[in-house]
């Protein structure tokens, strides 16, 4: 499904895209024009269709239809190691993208900076407890 496609059906999804300009393998050959776009569902990461263009897009868009054919979502893709640099590291780009977003949602961001706080606070006891120790040998 293209994100035309999703829209026309009142579908709620989420898209991600990736310009090949964000691609080392992409800059370094010069092959710079293109895209990848990702349509997942929405709050999910399942994956309901994507467009390539560019060049390899033709090579690479047979990952996105195996994540697809076997219910495998962006969260296994960003999983998976791909070599560098290669033109497929565009796919890998999506899904940590994905995983990114997911990760920094309101209710996360809460979690993570009360967890950073505690690791500040945690830091200064240690600080004050080896500083009393070295006093005292």
Same mark, same amino acid.
């Given at each position: 499904?293209?994100?035309?496609e999703a829209k026309r059906q009142n579908l709620k999804v989420q898209i991600f895209s990736i310009p090949f300009t964000?691609?080392?393998?992409?800059?370094?050959?010069?092959?710079?024009?293109?895209? &990848?776009e990702i349509v997942l569902r929405d709050n999910s990461d399942q994956i309901l269709g994507a467009v390539?263009?560019?060049h390899s897009a033709g090579e690479l868009i047979s990952h996105i239809t195996q994540a697809m054919l076997s219910h495998q979502g962006l969260k296994k893709i960003s999983q998976t190691i791909y070599p560098y640099p290669t033109q497929a590291e565009i796919l890998k780009k999506a899904a940590d993208t994905y995983?990114?977003?997911?990760l920094l949602r309101p209710g996360n961001q809460t979690l993570l900076r009360w967890a950073y706080r505690i690791?500040? &606070?945690?830091?200064?006891l240690a600080a004050i407890l080896l500083g009393q120790q070295n006093r005292q040998t």
């Amino acid at each position: 499904i293209t994100p035309q496609e999703a829209k026309r059906q009142n579908l709620k999804v989420q898209i991600f895209s990736i310009p090949f300009t964000q691609v080392d393998r992409a800059m370094i050959t010069g092959h710079t024009q293109g895209f &990848l776009e990702i349509v997942l569902r929405d709050n999910s990461d399942q994956i309901l269709g994507a467009v390539m263009v560019g060049h390899s897009a033709g090579e690479l868009i047979s990952h996105i239809t195996q994540a697809m054919l076997s219910h495998q979502g962006l969260k296994k893709i960003s999983q998976t190691i791909y070599p560098y640099p290669t033109q497929a590291e565009i796919l890998k780009k999506a899904a940590d993208t994905y995983t990114q977003k997911t990760l920094l949602r309101p209710g996360n961001q809460t979690l993570l900076r009360w967890a950073y706080r505690i690791s500040l &606070l945690l830091r200064a006891l240690a600080a004050i407890l080896l500083g009393q120790q070295n006093r005292q040998t």
